[in-house]
């Protein structure tokens, strides 16, 4: 099984509607991000969070927002989506125990299309 | 800010030959540097990153890359291309400061030829 789990992996939907999109993970990391990769301009960092009670914005934050769960858990979601979010998004998380300096590890990525 | 330059969306290779991606980056103080390989329908993994100390880093599947300060440089390269080498590659920094917030570069398509 995946470390870093998203779901769903694929989602169309139409402009208006709000769409979430979850990830977990198992590794026990305490930091997780959220970001989308568009073709051209390689990824972008929408929100993250170093702990259940930290929340940030990231480069592009506008039109989308975040729950951290738990510790293993955090959701984005589209509140109202509009063609221009169709993107592939990604979840990851990474690990600042033990002086590690920030490696990422990513999910499969959920690829959303509004129509 | 911080800002990463990959020189070619797309880059075609022989099977055999060298691999040599491009990528420069802008920032004041020398950063964390990745490189990260993304296979279709995949998520990105890491092929090796410059932390501190060795300027010439190696990574999994025969990759390696040099960080050159004075050039704000940090090029991928492996001496023979495989098949199996067909994917994107991305280039990320990071501020040391910055807790694993990352800057990547746009992307770099590697096609290899038979």
């Known amino acids: 099984d995946a470390d870093v789990t998203q779901t769903p992996r694929n989602r169309i939907t139409k402009t208006g509607k709000r769409i979430m999109l979850e990830c977990s993970q198992t590794?026990?990391?305490?930091?997780m991000y959220w970001y989308r990769q568009d073709p051209g301009l390689g990824l972008r960092l929408i929100y993250y969070s170093f702990d259940v009670k930290d929340i940030n914005k990231g480069e592009i934050s506008d039109g989308y927002s975040v729950s951290r769960q738990a510790q293993a858990k955090f959701s984005l979601s589209l509140e109202s989506a509009i063609p221009n979010q169709t993107a592939l998004y990604f979840c990851a998380t990474s690990d600042f125990r033990g002086g590690n300096t920030g490696e990422l590890f990513f999910g499969e990525g959920s690829r959303l299309t509004v129509l | 800010a911080q800002s990463v330059t990959q020189l070619g969306s797309h880059v075609s290779v022989s099977e055999g030959a060298l691999v040599l991606l491009r990528c420069n980056y802008s920032s004041s103080v020398p950063p964390y540097l990745f490189w990260y390989v993304q296979y279709p329908n995949q998520g990105l993994q890491l092929l090796l990153k410059?932390?501190?100390?060795?300027?010439l880093v190696k990574g999994i599947n025969g990759f390696e890359a040099e960080f050159k300060k004075s050039e704000t440089s940090f090029h991928l390269t492996k001496p023979s291309a495989h098949m199996s080498d067909a994917a994107e590659y991305f280039c990320?920094?990071?501020?040391?400061?910055?807790?694993?917030?990352?800057?990547f570069g746009a992307g770099t398509q590697v096609v290899v030829t038979p």
């Open positions: 990320a920094v990071s501020e040391r400061d910055s807790w694993g917030k990352l800057q």
């Open positions: 590794k026990g990391h305490d930091r």
């Open positions: 410059y932390t501190t100390g060795a300027t």
